[in-house]
């Protein structure tokens, strides 16, 4: 008869092979990249290129731009009401 703590002795003696994990998680990604690349034209992936350089172009630039046209009413303004 195995006692509760002989049951967990041998629970945590049973090893996991990582190593073998891992190859099976880099095969499965390279083989779905591989079928994706081969699926997708290269006009997409110039497509998706020109799509993410805009984003990261004009996401800074558009905070910027509303701060320098709202300093520059605030200037107007606060030049127009001084009274």
């Known amino acids: 008869m195995i006692t509760k703590y002989e049951h967990e002795v041998q629970e945590s003696n049973t090893t996991v092979n990582t190593i073998d994990d891992l190859k099976v998680l880099v095969t499965g990604g390279s083989e779905y990249v591989n079928k994706a690349v081969g699926q997708t034209a290269p006009t997409n992936w110039v497509v998706m290129f020109a799509v993410i350089m805009v984003v990261i ?6 905070p910027i731009a509303i701060a320098f046209f709202a300093g520059h009413y605030m200037n107007w303004w606060n030049s127009n009401n001084l009274k």
């Not at 172009?57 to 558009?62: A, G, N, S």
């Open 57 to 62: 172009v004009v996401v800074p630039l558009v």
